[in-house]
């Protein structure tokens, strides 16, 4: 059972739907959706899907099947929630969310019993600490396990005033939490009872959609997916935007920082794509002669392992990123750039460097990061929690 802290659907790629896409074809998978508020309902959700309300007042099933390569995903949507997330520490603040986790755990205990999974059943809450603080250990669930896949203390604003806190109070009481990276255990590995890294991976045979095997060293396009958010290093970015007035800047993703976007928007070279979905990426990466993370270095994110090292790998294009966290896994194919003049002469030089051979290895590292491999490794670390937690078997 995976109680997430987002939605199944949505038009960028989410570890956790990958990993229980996986799982699916050897364990009984039922997903259940981050809930929408009332708030969302009435006012639409940025980046989200509309409200079913039909749905959402359960007029009709809660519960679909997906199927997956490998198997089935029991998607449940859960019944619209009260906005909690603005409201200061105190009584009411309490008594909502309390409320929240009443409808959500009596929904659920009704969709395991539905479904005849109430044996040997893993929670696993993903992202979404408040929800394994108040129904954790309610489902007579064998294990407990919290996954964390970014720095809650800069994750979105609706988890910035409760979430520090609530995730502090889940690692207490977790059996286990697996983490995406080496700066996420590092913080973590504290106040948990154990802990497991399970990096990121990619969907390597969509992504090498995108690769171009016609290597023009002429052209100048420089590529970014992902978000604009505060993570971005803005002025590593305008320095390479103004002194490439010749090259084209595309940026693939949503918009988290209307002042950045802004910023970026003001260059007469620069296009925004907005966000897409994951199969329409290949198309946009096959157009770029570089892709880039220019991210800043700090607390908030020494914890990332982005995705997109990866899926621009599988593209065989050449990766330039500033050092933002631990990139040992990368050191040897990608170019880590310590300052915004070294970052502009690394786009230069990869450009015109670039070969056929080069792009054949980078796609061989990303093909060695899938999502079959990750959710095995996720397994191992589950299975060798509830060893040592039944140490019998029993």
Not at 255 to 283: H, I, M, Q, R
Not at 293 to 310: A, C, E, F
Not at 312 to 338: C, H, N, Q
């Amino acid at each position: 059972m995976c109680i997430a802290g987002n939605e199944w659907h949505g038009n960028y790629i989410k570890p956790v739907v990958e990993l229980m896409k996986v799982l699916s074809g050897t364990n009984k998978i039922l997903f259940v959706d981050n809930a929408y508020t009332y708030k969302d309902a009435l006012l639409g959700v940025n980046n989200k899907a509309p409200v079913d309300f039909k749905q959402a007042f359960g007029l009709k099933t809660r519960l679909k099947e997906i199927h997956t390569d490998g198997g089935i995903v029991y998607w449940l949507t859960p019944p619209l929630a009260f906005p909690v997330s603005f409201l200061p520490k105190g009584f009411l603040y309490d008594i909502m969310l309390k409320y929240n986790a009443r409808m959500l755990l009596k929904l659920i205990k009704k969709t395991l019993h539905e479904l005849d999974m109430n044996h040997n059943l893993i929670n696993f809450t993903s992202f979404n600490p408040a929800m394994g603080v108040m129904n954790g250990r309610k489902f007579g669930e064998r294990s407990l396990i919290y996954y964390c896949y970014d720095e809650i203390k800069g994750s979105n604003f609706w988890m910035r005033k409760h979430g520090e806190r609530m995730e502090e109070a889940f690692l207490a009481i977790a059996d286990a939490t697996i983490v995406t990276s080496k700066g996420l255990y590092e913080s973590k590995k504290p106040y948990t009872k154990r802990c497991f890294i399970v990096k990121n991976a990619v969907k390597a045979e969509l992504f090498k959609q995108g690769l171009n095997t016609t290597i023009n060293k002429e052209k100048q396009v420089v590529g970014f997916v992902g978000t604009i958010d505060d993570r971005m290093n803005y002025d590593v970015v305008t320095h390479l935007i103004e002194n490439l007035p010749k090259a084209e800047f595309i940026f693939v993703g949503r918009t988290l920082n209307e002042e950045g976007a802004k910023l970026l928007k003001s260059y007469p070279n620069v296009k925004f794509a907005g966000p897409k979905d994951p199969e329409e990426l290949p198309l946009y990466l096959k157009d770029f002669s570089v892709a880039i993370i220019p991210y800043i270095n700090n607390k908030l994110t020494s914890g990332i392992y982005p995705m997109k090292i990866n899926e621009y790998l599988a593209a065989g294009l050449p990766v330039i990123s500033t050092r933002f966290g631990d990139m040992t896994d990368f050191e040897a194919i990608i170019k880590l750039a310590d300052n915004k003049e070294e970052f502009l002469q690394f786009v230069i030089s990869e450009i015109s460097s670039n070969s056929a051979e080069k792009q054949q290895a980078r796609i061989k590292v990303a093909e060695e990061n899938t999502w079959v491999k990750r959710a095995e490794e996720l397994s191992a670390a589950i299975e060798q929690t509830e060893k040592e937690l039944y140490p019998t078997g029993k």
